[in-house]
């Protein structure tokens, strides 16, 4: 007789300005996080997570101090994969706007990443990555080699063009200005968006697109390189 799936428990929850956050679990392995019940992450669906970080941080080989901010923390499993490409000279900020998602990534989710929250690499800032990305585009902020977005809501067709805080024209400017010479910028979607590589070509990139995985839903994963001048 084949044997039941085990029902998932709700082992945290949270409000949010987004409404209830909730992390969920199923055996040992297997993890939810949900969004007034929408599910945002799921533990075993993750190749393009993966792929998202470690290939954007592939790109950054010949760096031997190269710098990356992550734009959402999620379960962990895109920072693991930065992490497990750069070397040990390498910064990593990463932006959450929710402190209990670290708090999850620290605790129940620890184990899937091998603690990457605890990474001496690592220095987690509870703020919008946007903000962080406007702050290191003055002219007297601190570049990063890479920027990462792994947030639950890619660049779509109904996204504000001009005004998107993070794939809006004005939004991909600033992720320019904030960007080392030829640095990278990488970003995970839900699917390919013909408007968005427009904008990102627009605002003086070199675009690469990824469709990791076979079979199945996939994901894509966006990888930018800034023209050099």
Not at 24 to 48: T, W
Not at 50 to 62: D, H, P
Not at 174 to 188: E, I, P, Q, R, S
Request: proline residues 5%; charged residues 25%.
């Amino acid at each position: 007789m084949a044997r039941l799936a085990q029902p998932w428990q709700n082992i945290s929850q949270h409000e949010t300005r987004d409404g209830v956050l909730e992390l969920r679990r199923r055996g040992e392995k297997d993890f939810l996080i949900l969004i007034n019940g929408r599910v945002l992450m799921n533990s075993s669906a993750n190749r393009s997570e993966i792929a998202l970080g470690e290939s954007a941080c592939q790109m950054l080989a010949s760096l031997q101090q190269p710098r990356v901010l992550i734009g959402g923390l999620g379960m962990g499993l895109t920072l693991r994969a930065a992490l497990d490409v750069l070397p040990a000279s390498a910064k990593v900020v990463v932006a959450e706007l929710n402190p209990v998602v670290v708090s999850w990534c620290s605790g129940p989710l620890a184990p899937l990443t091998s603690d990457a929250v605890d990474d001496p690499r690592v220095f987690v800032v509870i703020d919008d990555v946007s903000a962080v990305i406007a702050r290191a585009a003055r002219s007297d902020g601190e570049r990063f080699d890479a920027i990462v977005i792994d947030l639950y809501e890619g660049p779509h067709a109904k996204t504000d063009e001009q005004n998107d805080p993070f794939y809006g024209r004005r939004a991909l400017g600033k992720v320019h200005d904030a960007l080392a010479a030829a640095g990278v910028f990488a970003v995970w979607g839900e699917q390919p968006d013909a408007g968005f590589e427009k904008r990102l070509e627009s605002a003086g990139f070199i675009i690469e697109r990824q469709r990791p995985g076979r079979g199945g839903l996939r994901h894509v994963v966006y990888l930018a390189r800034k023209k050099t001048e």
